[in-house]
């Protein structure tokens, strides 16, 4: 006791009981010479926020505010008071508030931002990591294509540079070896996911299966030298053994560096008018009236829907129920509602987790208590560890084809260009088929009839709100090659594959690249402004993509013998569709999956349909629906 590391606390929220208890604590502080502390038990920021916190309570314990039988925090004292607030309140013990503020002075943790604390990778004494990675880089790019060309090489010493100078050799080794583990024990591993695919490094690892120059896959939309941010590899596992490999990881690197990570669900705008709705008792009716007049886009904010919607502003101000329900709602919008344990997010640490963030136990498993975002801020390593259903289906395919007929097949060797499966995917009998059973996408590939896996990657891009409006255009230039016109001769090997439609992020890159000189990591940082529509970055890139800027080594498209009016309709295309062009990366690796899928039940239906079955089989109507299929299929 003496070395002042316990205290006795008081509190004041006018209850009549802590007078008594606190008077009772200060006889206690001077019979055994212990210091008291003052503390205020904070649940919300503002006092004004006593009846909205209420209002939470009961959403949390799904009670009503009326109900008298409920947990409640009386009195309206439990808000962050201020110095002068507990002065006023403690007044009687001046030394209570200055040991609050000693213990205060000793609590002092700092964030550390920018500085990324990755995990070590173990290698043997005296080994050179940057070696030991191109050694396992070039082994596997003999693996995959027997000689190696002078393409290949220059492209994989340059990535392998880049990923030296911005220190991230620990990341792929580490993702390199997991990914190892789980092919070496019969899981299933996807061919990719988002840019990684862009790299030849990622490929001759074996993290992806996609060849990142024969499909015209850029390494800067993945690490860009000239923004360092974290690589970000996320992986598919075979749905029913992704837990298997995450268990290898917490078994490798320790259980206290490992983690899994918190999510929140947040109150949306709808959501919070309901949920307020029912906590206020009012009529089920009334608040649904309310709650159909936020409009229904990414986004909204109740705020914003009173200035869209003037017949809900309106309402709000002629109807006091109304107005109480809209304000607090308003105080209660964006906060979390409930946390649970992110799908596939797991955070691998150089030291204890614990040391960098706080920890949660969440249903069994422990997790952060800071969301995905905030971990990257800090530097930390974030794997998503995916479970992909899809990839079930094919590892079962394969083992009934093995059982069946005594084939061993390897996915990874399928001909990528066979027209049977293309004639399946365009007959629109695409029932089981990855990305492309939706009934939209059937007639899109009914219409598209694909002769390439180009065309599958471009039909899976194309098929999404906004890129949609330009499938006509698309397929008239799939159709009618005479009937595609290119703005400039330069543009045209770039965007001949998609037949004059810029669909995309790695084709506007190249453009700007090609038709105005700019570095590839230059390129990607307007790909970023252009898709995050930012105005000030716009402008100034307008100048410098038509005429050059010689201090940041710009050449600029007149000084490339482009005239300044292609030069704009060009940026013009580029910034309308980089609102809604997609990463190619991604799309090509997830085409390849559509494929496989195609690829099995054009050849092996009996085999492939039996897998699909067994994946859906505690899931009614799509049972219903792939037997309807069967009997189609004979």
Known sequence: FGQGNFYLELQNHGYEEQAKVNQALIEMSE??????????????????????HDILLCIQTNKKVADEDRMRYRGGQFFLKSPKQMSQLFSYVPEAL??????????????????????????????????YLSEICYEGLKDRFGDITAVQEERLNYELNIIDEMGFIDYFLITWDFIKYA????????????????SLVSYSLKITDIDPLKYNLLFERFLNPERVSMPDIDIDFCYERRQEVIDYV?????????????????????AAIRDVGRALDMPYNDVDKVAKMIPQELKITIDKALKMNKELMTLYEDDDQVKYLIDMSRRLEG?????????????????????????????????????MTTLERLGLLKMDFLGLRTLTVIQDAVRNVKQSQGIDLD???????????????????????????????????????????????AGISLYRPGPMEFIPSYIKGKKNANSVTYDCPEVEPILKPTYGVIVYQEQVMQIVRRLAGYTYGRSDLVRRAMSKKKEDVMRKERANFVYGNEEEGVLGCVNNGISAEAANTIFDKMTDFAKYAFNKSHAAAYAIIAYQTAWLKAYYPVEFMAALLTSVMFGGGKVAEYIYTLKGMG
Do not use: W
């Not at 019979?31 to 920021?45: C, F, M, Q, R, S």
């Not at 000693?102 to 070590?120: M, T």
């Not at 691998?348 to 800071?370: G, K, M, S, W």
């Open 335 to 371: 906060l979390p509602r409930h946390s649970s344990t992110h799908a596939a997010g797991v955070v691998i640490c150089d030291r204890p987790v614990h040391d960098y963030v706080p920890l949660n136990l969440n249903d069994e498993a422990i997790t952060t208590q800071f969301p």
């Open 31 to 52: 019979e055994l010479n212990i210091p008291l502390v003052a503390t205020n038990d904070v649940h919300y920021t503002y006092e004004e926020d006593v009846e909205a």
């Open 250 to 270: 917490v078994e490798k690197y320790g259980e206290d560096k490992v983690a899994q990570i918190i999510t929140f669900g947040t109150m949306a705008a709808r």
């Open 411 to 457: 996915m990874a060797l399928v001909d990528d260009d066979d027209q049977k499966v293309f004639d399946l995917i365009g007959s629109g009998k695409t029932e089981g088929i990855f990305q492309l059973e939706s009934e939209g996408m059937k007639n899109f590939m009914k219409e598209l009839k694909p002769q390439s896996l180009e065309d599958v990657i």
């Open 183 to 198: 092919k070496d024990n019969d899981i299933m591993v996807g061919p990719g996911r988002g840019s990684a695919a862009g």
């Open 98 to 131: 200055s040991n609050t503020v000693k213990i205060a002075e000793r609590c002092n943790v700092e964030f550390e931002f920018g500085h990324y604390k990755l995990p070590i990778f173990d290698v043997e004494e005296g080994v050179d990591k940057k070696v």
